[in-house]
């Protein structure tokens, strides 16, 4: 993959400079570099914008933990993370003002319950997605007292299984 970078320079808006691209993408951070790995994963050219002179955004600042359900590594120790489980989860931290467990869509809107649905669905294979591009590698969170990382909201009763991981530093690409 190539990688061409120019940051850091003040005069960049006086300079005439053209580059053609598929994609272009505005922002470094994970939704732009999630963007700019799938859009050069299918083999397109791909042109990332970043305003600031570091390239990171708020991604770069961030503890890096990320929540997926019914993830692979969850599926390696044996976890069972059912779907109604993990969407009630999602539905009852998400949206507390709309939630009702007896409703079919947990009284959520169908787009918002869509979403969530799709979350549990496509999220852990967006993870395989970016290991196998190379792009992180995950690992179990601990937590300060050496066990497995639960959720903040590990006492609710829709919370069943320990569902955090931590993302480690990708290996440059
Ligand atoms: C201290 C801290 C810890 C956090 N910890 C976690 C955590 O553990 N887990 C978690 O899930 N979330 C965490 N978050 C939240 C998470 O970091 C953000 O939700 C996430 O990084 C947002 O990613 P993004 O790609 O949408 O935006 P960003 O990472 O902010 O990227 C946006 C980029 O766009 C650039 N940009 C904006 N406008 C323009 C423009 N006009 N032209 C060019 N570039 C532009 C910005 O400079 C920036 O680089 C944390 C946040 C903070 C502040």
């Known amino acids: 993959m ?19 691209a598929d994609v272009i993408i505005v922002g470094s951070g994970a939704a732009g570099y999630s963007a700019a790995i799938t859009a050069r994963s299918n083999g397109l050219e791909v042109l990332m914008i970043e305003k600031a002179s ?13 929540w997926i359900p019914n993830n692979r590594l969850q599926e390696e120790e044996g976890i069972v993370d059912s779907k109604d489980d993990a ?10 003002q709309l939630y009702n ?6 009284g959520l809107p169908d787009r918002e319950f869509e979403l969530l649905s799709t979350y549990y669905d496509m999220g852990s294979k967006a993870i395989d997605f970016m290991e196998e591009q190379g792009a992180l590698n995950i690992v179990p ?5 050496g066990t497995l990382q639960v959720d903040y909201m590990d ?8 569902r955090s991981y931590f993302l480690s530093p990708p290996e440059p690409l």
Request: no cysteine.
């Open 141 to 145: 969170q601990f937590n300060w007292i």
């Open 54 to 66: 570091l390239i990171g955004g708020t991604t770069g600042r961030s503890g890096g933990g990320f």
């Open 2 to 20: 190539k990688h061409e970078y120019l940051i850091g320079d003040e005069n960049m808006d006086q300079k005439n400079w053209n580059y053609n």
């Open 87 to 96: 969407v009630r989860y999602m539905a009852r931290l998400s949206f507390p």
């Open 155 to 162: 006492h609710l009763f829709e919370n069943k299984d320990i």
């Open 101 to 106: 467990p007896d409703d079919a869509h947990l």
